[in-house]
Nanobody, 119 residues
Framework: QVQLAESGGGLVQAGGSLRLSCAASGRISSTRYMAWFHQVPGKEREFVARINWSDGSPYYTDSVKGRFTISRDNAKNTVYLQMNSLKPEDTAVYYC????????????WGQGTQVTVSS
C-alpha cells in the first residue's frame, strides 16, 4: 500500500505561480511513475504530468509544457509540481497518483488539493 498526501494548493491570480507537493509513504519501492492529474467538476480527471521515479525523466501534457515542471526528491519520497504562468483554465482539483511497477494504470491516489486561478 502507498499513501499520498498533497499540499500547496490555493488561490492565485492569473500569471502567478504555485508549487504543489505530494508526500508518499508506505511501499514506495514498487513505484514506477508518480504523476499529477487534475479534475474540473463535471469533467473527467485529466493527466497533467508524470515522472519516472527511478531516473527522473518527466512527461507533460501539451497544455502545460513550458509552464509546469514536475520533479522529485527520492530521499523525502516527495514529488513536486511547480506551476508558473497560471491561467484561469488551470483551475481544478489536482491529484497525485502512483503507478506501481507492472501496472498499466495508476493504482494509488491522493485526496486532491484545490487550485484556483482568478482572472
Amino acid at each position: 500500500q502507498v499513501q499520498l498526501a498533497e499540499s500547496g494548493g490555493g488561490l492565485v491570480q492569473a500569471g502567478g505561480s504555485l508549487r504543489l507537493s505530494c508526500a508518499a509513504s508506505g511501499r514506495i519501492s514498487s513505484t514506477r511513475y508518480m504523476a499529477w492529474f487534475h479534475q474540473v467538476p463535471g469533467k473527467e480527471r485529466e493527466f497533467v504530468a508524470r515522472i519516472n521515479w527511478s531516473d527522473g525523466s518527466p512527461y507533460y501534457t501539451d497544455s502545460v509544457k513550458g509552464r509546469f515542471t514536475i520533479s522529485r526528491d527520492n530521499a523525502k519520497n516527495t514529488v513536486y509540481l511547480q506551476m508558473n504562468s497560471l491561467k484561469p483554465e488551470d483551475t481544478a482539483v489536482y491529484y497525485c497518483a502512483v503507478r506501481s511497477s507492472g501496472r498499466l494504470y495508476y493504482d494509488y491516489w491522493g485526496q486532491g488539493t484545490q487550485v484556483t486561478v482568478s482572472s
